[in-house]
């Protein structure tokens, strides 16, 4: 059986993506039905009417409720049933469970976890996706397999030079040895090549010409949001400098990882960048690549689940260059441990 | 696990729908091989030889005879193995188990439980759809549910306000409140609409331009047909009198439930009316009007079905509305409990 | 469960099919990648990477080694490691599962069984694909059923007569008695008929206008190649005299089946004939004939594959004509018990 962490807030989709028209959507194992309320407020709700078990994202939104759209049960944003059909007197107990929402950094997140226990402090810090100084270019990524395996693949990117060399990998990238750094209960993995030739999507976005000194700075926030920290600039030329924001660029990929359930991940992404702001042709190149990376590691990542469910007493063989992932798993290891305590004492 | 009335006879098919070509169904979970005999006598015998266990709906029929379409092994119409290429001695266990089959109202039936236990009588009565005075609009669709959700579902229209606003439901029905009866083993479930609007298709059949009253009156007739007795007559005019066959109309929604197995349901529908006999255009708005409402009812039992697998302890709510479902669920229990009387009966 | 023999060969495809991009393919139940060297050497590995388990299938050749495709881990022929990207030491548990793998008769086959019982000389015997003298067709073809259920179908060539009319099959196949015959390990079916109608097929191949004398000679060579000696002359020649190469045919049915799964075979199959070797057009014809042939059978198998599902415990009932089949299976289980005491001593 595979944990999650339940405790915490998971991204549902994009702001944008979001309307009256409730929609379904299945998150560790559960079903949600969301939608927003007339007056624009997300919401969520168990995808399941307490009357006759009908989804409730067949039903529709009435002012700030939601509405079963088979038998008309009308519930508002606390769960508490408003009106039935035909009928005068509302039970208590015809109530629906109701899943805390927010709208942040233009996307919807649910907290999975213990409604006394939401905390909006802990909604993953991914302020690049509307800071000023930074455009974005977005996507999903669908991968059959358990969400652990995504994060171990977004860590350690020596996989690129072999997977993805068409758009961001290159011969240094596995040839050069990562660090971890441990701080304030996160694992950084990080890897700086000096003087490396650029990726094609490097080149393409940076115009180099030339060699480059080029950075990555790994992490994954809790739940299950990784953050790539990563740049160029032209080699020889000063990383910490005045000359960065000149000739260099910075970049953020942001992956919102949804585990749908134990062999199944939804990857929101972004990719944001602080340079050529308002060229919508990269944008669009930026797009074609990073869609073609993940569908790439989709498949790696298939094989892998598969694999692990037939031999599921097959232990994993690590290399030097796993150390981020292996560190990064024992974090996870502790936070799903913190999460059951939590979940424990909420029953008391 | 569901269980079935299997001491019974379920439709198949409908009479044209049915050759010397033999068809594979599946009902109550069994697999049959249906036919016609040369003389054209229905006939039904499990989809499996005894020989090499090769369907038999995949062999042909040599006069009264079905043969293995595999190595030619041919059965009489009680199920006596007749002939085996290039052997002699037939053994006495060569024997291919025969369901009993008859054509009655345009339907082909199958027995499906003790062969001795074989009754005519129990043939459910759908004399409307080859009665005198009577036409027919028919139809078959397939729901992902328990058959039993299907007999919730057309024993309270309720739900038509909500899933069905652009045929058959109106806002008056889910806000008049039902009666129940019980006689003879049935229940039936009344509801009557005075002076209101009437729906789209009942506009289209009765050529209505004001108000009208509206009336329901459905029941389970065991196993599994579903039978909703309904018409319409302008506001004001006798009901009962002789103004109701000048001025209003009935008609008969039956559904002929083909529980396949415990998550899939088959209905053979027929809408039977007693006006405009010979009006092929209003024929065609009928099916297309019964195909769209039936296939709106189909998301929401699929979705029902898929609720209660992923939480098989929760209980539905009822409300005052499912009083004629609570009912029939019981007598259903009965007559299941009654069933399995029967068979324990027949193995001594 | 069902039984496989493990230690033996079993093809895996024809040689035309593989080079140095590996390939997926699944026997016994097993992963294998498949590919040839640098050098031209056909190869085999489990296709499970030990670093995370990623599908070696997705990987690439580099000279004699092959290279996983997700972090570049390296083995030689041996299976050893031969390198880790950005890192020296290797372990010596880094390590891979080698299958043997030989070319011959055109076809790529793997030992599936213990390393140290390999021998050549079980390789089964069907030189006729690439003797002198003989020109052959080849196809293959999936089945979703249990391997045992094709042995059947190959040993027992009654059922031609019900399901290959078009093709292969006469009356009087199975109206035509078989014998058996048992000799070093092998049981041959045996089936003589004289002055018979010639089928669709040999009409087209031995351009028979009267009618013929057809002999057919089938038997299990182990694991699971079943040969079909098969071949027709005019009625009343001399079929073992020197008439028979000018007058008469002979033709081999090679079918190579591979258990992918329980409930899976693949049958690698090919048509040898030592008549018209340069007719491109009979080639054309045969390959239609045989793969609307297999097709045919497919259906039937499938079906009885369910039907055994459905029915774990429903006897086989046996008719005359099994006489063949039902020794055939003897054998296969003696094969079976020897197999696995073979398996035990090399446990040891």
């Given at each position: 059986m595979t944990e999650f962490i339940r405790n915490a807030w998971y991204a549902v989709c994009w702001s944008d993506e979001l309307g009256v028209t409730p929609q379904s959507r299945q998150i560790l194992g559960e079903n949600l039905a969301v939608y927003r309320t007339a007056n624009g407020v997300p919401a969520a709700v168990?995808?399941?009417?307490?009357?006759?078990?009908?989804?409730?994202?067949l039903g529709f939104v009435n002012g700030e409720n939601i509405v079963c759209g088979y038998h008309g049960m009308e519930f508002d944003r606390d769960g508490f049933c408003e009106s039935i059909p035909g009928q005068k007197n509302i039970p208590r107990k015809a109530r629906i469970r109701t899943y805390p929402a927010v709208e942040r950094y233009n996307l919807i997140w649910a907290w999975m976890g213990e409604q006394k226990e939401?905390?909006?402090?802990?909604?993953?810090?991914?302020?690049?996706?509307?800071?000023?100084?930074w455009t974005t270019v977005t996507g999903s990524t669908r991968y059959e397999c358990n969400w652990l395996l995504l994060v171990d693949n977004l860590l350690d990117l020596t996989h690129t030079t072999f997977v993805h060399q068409s758009t961001i990998?290159?011969?240094d990238v596995a040839n050069t040895p990562i660090t971890t750094e441990f701080s304030g209960e996160r694992v950084y993995v990080v890897r700086d090549m000096k003087n490396t030739a650029p990726s094609n999507l490097y080149k393409r976005i940076g115009g180099f010409d030339g060699r480059i000194d080029r950075w990555q700075r790994i992490w994954l926030e809790p739940p299950s949001v990784v953050v790539i920290e990563a740049g160029a600039i032209p080699a020889k030329c000063d990383r910490d400098g005045a000359d960065r924001e000149y000739n260099g660029f910075d970049t953020r990929v942001l992956s919102m990882l949804v585990p749908v359930d134990e062999r199944t991940v939804e990857q929101i992404w972004a990719f944001a960048r602080n340079t050529e702001l308002d060229d919508a042709h990269l944008d669009v190149d930026i797009q074609k690549a990073l869609e073609l990376t993940f569908k790439e590691d989709a498949d790696f990542l298939a094989g892998q689940q598969i694999n692990m469910e037939r031999h599921p007493h097959k232990q994993m063989l690590n290399n030097t260059a796993d150390a981020g992932v292996v560190k990064t798993r024992r974090l996870i290891e502790r936070w799903i441990a913190d999460d059951l305590r939590r979940a424990g004492a909420a029953d008391l």
């Amino acid at each position: 059986m595979t944990e999650f962490i339940r405790n915490a807030w998971y991204a549902v989709c994009w702001s944008d993506e979001l309307g009256v028209t409730p929609q379904s959507r299945q998150i560790l194992g559960e079903n949600l039905a969301v939608y927003r309320t007339a007056n624009g407020v997300p919401a969520a709700v168990e995808d399941c009417c307490p009357h006759r078990l009908a989804p409730m994202s067949l039903g529709f939104v009435n002012g700030e409720n939601i509405v079963c759209g088979y038998h008309g049960m009308e519930f508002d944003r606390d769960g508490f049933c408003e009106s039935i059909p035909g009928q005068k007197n509302i039970p208590r107990k015809a109530r629906i469970r109701t899943y805390p929402a927010v709208e942040r950094y233009n996307l919807i997140w649910a907290w999975m976890g213990e409604q006394k226990e939401t905390d909006d402090e802990l909604i993953p810090d991914v302020h690049w996706l509307d800071a000023p100084g930074w455009t974005t270019v977005t996507g999903s990524t669908r991968y059959e397999c358990n969400w652990l395996l995504l994060v171990d693949n977004l860590l350690d990117l020596t996989h690129t030079t072999f997977v993805h060399q068409s758009t961001i990998g290159t011969e240094d990238v596995a040839n050069t040895p990562i660090t971890t750094e441990f701080s304030g209960e996160r694992v950084y993995v990080v890897r700086d090549m000096k003087n490396t030739a650029p990726s094609n999507l490097y080149k393409r976005i940076g115009g180099f010409d030339g060699r480059i000194d080029r950075w990555q700075r790994i992490w994954l926030e809790p739940p299950s949001v990784v953050v790539i920290e990563a740049g160029a600039i032209p080699a020889k030329c000063d990383r910490d400098g005045a000359d960065r924001e000149y000739n260099g660029f910075d970049t953020r990929v942001l992956s919102m990882l949804v585990p749908v359930d134990e062999r199944t991940v939804e990857q929101i992404w972004a990719f944001a960048r602080n340079t050529e702001l308002d060229d919508a042709h990269l944008d669009v190149d930026i797009q074609k690549a990073l869609e073609l990376t993940f569908k790439e590691d989709a498949d790696f990542l298939a094989g892998q689940q598969i694999n692990m469910e037939r031999h599921p007493h097959k232990q994993m063989l690590n290399n030097t260059a796993d150390a981020g992932v292996v560190k990064t798993r024992r974090l996870i290891e502790r936070w799903i441990a913190d999460d059951l305590r939590r979940a424990g004492a909420a029953d008391l």
